[in-house]
T-cell receptor
Framework: GDSVTQMEGPVTLSEEAFLTINCTYT??????LFWYVQYPGEGLQLLLK?????DKGSNKGFEATYRKETTSFHLEKGSVQVSDSAVYFC????????????FGKGTLLTVNP | NAGVTQTPKFQVLKTGQSMTLQCAQD?????MYWYRQDPGMGLRLIYY???????DKGEVPNGYNVSRLNKREFSLRLESAAPSQTSVYFC?????????????FGQGTRLTVV
């Protein structure tokens, strides 16, 4: 079945450091890919998405490119801030008439001043 | 605009007790979902409803039942709570099947079964 694998955390960085969180997926067909973020004590909210190969999703300085050849959707940010501290989830929906979200296990990011 | 509202926010149950988690959305979405979040496990789908009047099992349905009461409301019931059901439960909603839109999540219900 469909699955999402993301890098184990936790990840601890200093402010202004470069961030990469790796995400790879297994799915048949042409899935849509998402990154969700969960701030402490809150529900998940969409960070960015990409719906087809070579699409780049971006938001709040974060970027991820849909790479079909490597089945990857890695999250990057050039300069993290303390306010970026959160749990990040990679997710997919298979596409077509199948809309169910499958999530990775999440990566906890802590940014220190 | 409230989005997705879950009640209660916190609950402690004794083993064997029953309870219903309530979820309502005001975005006129067709699809609704219940997930549980456990440390190191990410979010796992319990049940989902593609549209009013339909429900289907997700990855971890055992011990749960759901009701899609109308387009707005989707409840999750634990008939006989077990300690293994201690978790944080999230309700979510999104647009119809085939339309790639984001899922909107509630704030979660933190359930402890003792």
């Amino acid at each position: 079945g469909d699955s999402v694998t993301q890098m184990e955390g936790p990840v601890t960085l200093s402010e202004e450091a470069f961030l990469t969180i790796n995400c790879t997926y297994t799915a048949t067909g042409y899935p849509s890919l998402f990154w969700y973020v969960q701030y402490p004590g809150e529900g998940l909210q969409l960070l960015l998405k990409a719906t087809k190969a070579d699409d780049k999703g971006s938001n709040k300085g974060f970027e991820a490119t849909y790479r079909k050849e490597t089945t990857s959707f890695h999250l990057e940010k050039g300069s993290v801030q303390v306010s970026d501290s959160a749990v990040y989830f990679c997710a997919l929906t298979p596409g077509g008439s199948n809309y169910k979200l499958t999530f990775g296990k999440g990566t906890l990011l802590t940014v220190n001043p | 605009n409230a989005g997705v509202t879950q009640t209660p926010k916190f609950q402690v149950l004794k083993t064997g007790q029953s309870m219903t988690l309530q979820c309502a959305q005001d975005m006129n979405h067709n699809s609704m979902y219940w997930y549980r979040q456990d440390p190191g496990m990410g979010l796992r789908l319990i049940y989902y409803s593609a549209s009013e009047g339909t429900t289907d099992k997700g990855e971890v349905p055992n011990g749960y039942n759901v009701s899609r009461l109308n387009k707005r409301e989707f409840s999750l019931r634990l008939e006989s709570a077990a300690p293994s059901q201690t978790s944080v439960y999230f309700c979510a909603s999104s647009e119809a099947a085939g339309v790639v839109t984001e899922a909107f999540f509630g704030q979660g219900t933190r359930l402890t079964v003792v």
